[in-house]
């Protein structure tokens, strides 16, 4: 029975039929996304535990797609583990039979998935710890945060096109001067529109309220993200596993192809 059951979570149709629903899902909720503008876009300021006790079970007919989606995620996590360890038992018996280097190359993509999935578990560890606080951006705000910290907005800076005529005086940048004081900390720093500020183990997020900046409202988004620990160096990771494994293919073609 539990080999039967292995078989079925390391199947590969499994894995096209998790996949099919995972994307069925996400195209629900894009369409959700599109049609709600209060409850579900604040989830991209709340951490996803609080918003699920606050919103999610409330609304379950606004978030219901996204239960089915974690679901499914979680299934396709298992499933992908239960197949690079099933891919892993099958190659290291066959270890000493292969070419010199073959064996490493073999391996590889087994390594990608499972670093891969070391990924989406840093991913879930910053939907579900750390801190997410929103604070309006207007020059002379001053905010209290948590844990006898504070966030002061000391200017906000609006830079506009000079040329060509056509975009002349519109708007191109905004930035603010702020200042953070927690214990022991009290600094000055800039924090622009797609340019986040890393400060004393959190992130300063600046954001335009209107995406497509027909006003210039900022909001503030400071942010604790240990998830962020796990996910940079596991990307860097698969590039590099990538990159070595298409060079060791074409020097293996390289060397079949010299033989022939």
Not at 153 to 176: E, I
Not at 220 to 247: E, N, Q
Request: aromatic share 10%.
């Amino acid at each position: 029975m539990l080999t039967r059951a292995w078989k079925t979570a390391a199947s590969l149709r499994l894995t096209f039929w998790l996949l099919m629903l995972a994307v069925l899902f996400f195209v629900i909720g894009s369409v959700y996304m599109r049609m709600e503008k209060e409850v579900l876009p604040l989830l991209n300021f709340q951490l996803l535990p609080a918003w699920l006790a606050r919103w999610g079970l409330p609304r379950i007919g606004l978030s219901w797609w996204l239960f089915g989606l974690l679901f499914t995620l979680l299934l396709l996590g298992i499933n992908t583990f239960a197949c690079s360890i099933d891919r892993l038992g099958r190659l290291l018996p066959q270890r000493r039979q292969m070419a010199r280097g073959e064996f490493a190359v073999a391996v590889v993509p087994t390594l990608v998935h499972l670093v891969f999935l070391l990924v989406l578990g840093g991913h879930l560890l910053s939907s579900a710890v750390g801190s997410v606080e929103t604070v309006s951006c207007a020059p002379g705000r001053a905010a209290s945060l948590g844990g006898g910290r504070s966030l002061e907005v000391l200017a906000v800076r609006y830079d506009t096109h000079a040329a060509p005529p056509a975009l002349a005086g519109k708007l191109k940048g905004m930035s603010a001067e702020l200042r953070y004081r927690a214990p022991g900390v009290d600094e000055r720093f800039f924090a622009a529109v797609l340019a986040p500020v890393r400060r004393a183990g959190y992130r300063f997020h600046l954001d335009a309220i209107d995406k497509y900046a027909r006003t210039r409202e900022l909001r503030l988004i400071v942010r604790r993200d240990p998830g962020i620990a796990i996910i940079l160096p596991g990307l860097a990771t698969i590039i590099l596993l990538m990159a070595w494994y298409y060079l060791a293919l074409r020097g293996i073609h390289g060397k079949t192809n010299d033989k022939e």
